[in-house]
């Protein structure tokens, strides 16, 4: 019995040669299908991640903003009336003794404090942004800052916060907020310059003539529990959108927050 021709071996040869390269291709099919899905899982599961992430930012500011709001009221409502009721006793009261200017500096001192309790209750819910919006409220902002603080706090706005929401209106306004009381606190500034322009994007920005300060330190600060001012600024960047420049010079620092519209 003969055994199999040259063309039956070169034909066995070939079957198994195509045999192996259709397995090869199979393999290297299913491994990059395999990596695609295991990427793309990957990228859903980090999707998740920042969405997770972003909602639990949300909630957190959003429950801030709450309990400033509640302690704007207790503070506004009933202790700010209490104080003026007591404010009116007090004058009562003077009218019935011999000589009522011996009650003039607890009165004064009654009108100083119901001044601060109605500052520090402006400060955490400003009525005037709810009222009359950004441009506004910001303009009211460094005013107060002025008065309170001895220091030169110019303002300049220009463009229309129509198109922007109540809400992101309030994260600029707790950005700014936040940027001038870090500069009033440790910049040792004598000039404070606040701008918003709103054309094709939102720019608002921050200008002192004080010392600068460093970010990483302020991070570093932050990690450690001790502040978050800056933590707090960061997120609300994030939630807009937007991005946050540190320019550090020799006399000062400038800050600029750029959101698209």
């Given at each position: ?113 119901i001044g601060s309790v109605r500052l520090i209750s402006r400060e955490l819910m400003p009525a005037t942004l709810e009222r009359f919006g950004l441009d506004h409220a910001l303009k009211e902002l460094c005013e107060q800052v002025q ?115």
């Amino acid at each position: 019995m003969s055994g199999p021709s040259e063309y039956q071996v070169a034909l066995l040869v070939a079957i198994g040669t195509l045999g192996m390269l259709f397995l090869t291709g199979a393999i290297i099919l299913f491994m990059v299908f395999y990596q695609k899905k295991m990427l793309q899982e990957q990228v859903n599961r980090q999707l998740l991640e920042m969405d997770h992430h972003t909602k639990m930012m949300e909630a957190v500011l959003e429950s801030q903003e709450l309990e400033r709001k509640r302690v704007a009221a207790d503070l506004h409502d009933s202790i700010g009336g209490m104080l003026s009721a007591i404010r009116v006793g007090l004058t009562t009261v003077g009218r019935q003794l011999p000589d009522p200017k011996g009650l003039e500096q607890q009165k004064k001192m009654l009108d100083d404090t119901i001044g601060s309790v109605r500052l520090i209750s402006r400060e955490l819910m400003p009525a005037t942004l709810e009222r009359f919006g950004l441009d506004h409220a910001l303009k009211e902002l460094c005013e107060q800052v002025q008065t309170t603080s001895l220091l030169t706090v110019h303002y300049e706005g220009q463009g229309e916060v129509d198109n922007i929401s109540s809400n992101k209106q309030l994260m600029i306004f707790r950005i700014a907020q936040e940027l001038v009381t870090n500069a009033v606190k440790h910049a040792r500034a004598t000039l404070i310059q606040v701008q918003l322009q709103i054309a094709d994007e939102l720019v608002l920005s921050v200008v002192d003539n004080g010392v600068g300060f460093d970010p990483e330190i302020y991070r570093a600060v932050n990690s450690s529990g001790r502040g978050l001012g800056l933590y707090n600024i960061e997120n609300r960047v994030r939630l807009l959108g937007a991005k946050l420049d540190h320019q550090a010079g020799n006399h000062g620092m400038r800050i600029v927050l750029t959101m698209p519209l």
